[in-house]
């Protein structure tokens, strides 16, 4: 039976996530009643991924985090590397807190009448793990291999087709 099959109406969405979590085999740890941390292996790094519920305004937010310790003579061209990623990014967006060394890929779904599902939930942690795998060469090209945005950035753009 797919893990679909298992869900029903009016769900909590980190019951959700938990769920989810749970048939994926992610570490995971549910930090409050509408909260949840895990971690989601990738294929540069593991990402720790944070989902929290607001009731208040019906959305579920998602912080995607990784460690990110560029050289501070970097961090211009890092923060114009995430410019640039921004602008081609359809949802979400990145970041970096210079304070925890962590770059983020933040994105909040607004639930709305019919809530939150499992769907969307499967997509909204898809996209932003498949984001930070395509972005994350660009973001070490840049902080340590003293490229220019301009040029890491195609590293991001040039995606492969076929099989080797």
């Known amino acids: 039976m797919s893990l679909s ?11 959700i996530v938990e769920t989810l979590a749970e048939h ?8 409050g009643e509408n909260q949840i941390a895990m971690a989601v292996e990738g294929q540069w790094r593991t990402y720790s991924i944070t989902l929290a519920w607001s009731g208040h305004d019906d959305t579920l937010r998602m912080v995607l985090s990784f460690e990110m310790e560029p050289p501070e003579d970097r961090l211009p061209e890092l923060y114009e590397m995430i410019n640039r990623t921004n602008d081609m990014c359809w949802t979400g967006a990145f970041g970096f807190w210079a304070e925890q060394k962590l770059m983020v890929y933040r994105y909040g779904l607004l639930a709305g009448e019919s809530g939150v599902g ?23 090209l840049v902080s340590w291999g003293n490229a220019t945005p301009a040029a890491a950035i195609q590293t991001a753009i040039a995606e492969a087709y076929g099989r080797a």
């Open 24 to 31: 994926e085999a992610w570490d995971f740890d549910r930090v």
């Open 5 to 15: 099959e298992y869900m029903i109406d009016d769900i909590h969405p980190i019951d």
């Open 118 to 140: 499992l769907e969307q939930i499967t997509t909204l942690i898809g996209t932003a793990v498949a984001a930070c795998e395509r972005f994350y060469p660009a973001f070490q």
